[in-house]
């Protein structure tokens, strides 16, 4: 079973940067999509940001311009760079992936999450 540690998380004032890194265990790594995700308290897990095997990305809207995700294969690691961050951004963050890059868009179709790291955003 694949293992997700997700970490980077942290209190930033408004404004201010922080990234995440996601350590994926398994060498399945490098043929899976992978994706960033979030949930605030009160609503649902959400796509963040995704990117293929070969490192095609897809953002939500609500980022774009600010959020950059990047993977390394050679360290089984997925990262996501979030500048510019705002209150609304607060959310505990998670990572996930899959072969089929529609799952990563979809997080209602992955299972087996981590434990996902806090950001909170706030003066």
């Known amino acids: 079973q694949v293992q997700l540690v997700e970490s980077g998380g942290g209190l930033v004032q408004p404004g201010g940067s922080l990234r995440l890194s996601c350590v994926v265990s398994g060498s399945i790594f490098k043929i899976h999509a992978m994706g960033w995700y979030r949930q605030a308290p009160g609503k649902q897990r959400g796509l963040v940001a995704g990117?293929?095997?070969?490192?095609?990305?897809n953002y939500a809207d609500s980022v774009k311009g600010r959020f950059t995700i990047s993977r390394d294969n050679a360290k089984n690691t997925v990262y996501l760079q979030m500048n510019s961050l705002k209150p609304e951004d607060t959310a505990v963050y998670y990572c996930n992936g899959d072969r089929d890059y529609v799952n990563v868009l979809l997080p209602r179709r992955l299972s087996h999450w981590g434990q996902g790291t806090q950001v909170t955003v706030s003066a």
């Open positions: 990117i293929t095997s070969s490192g095609s990305t």
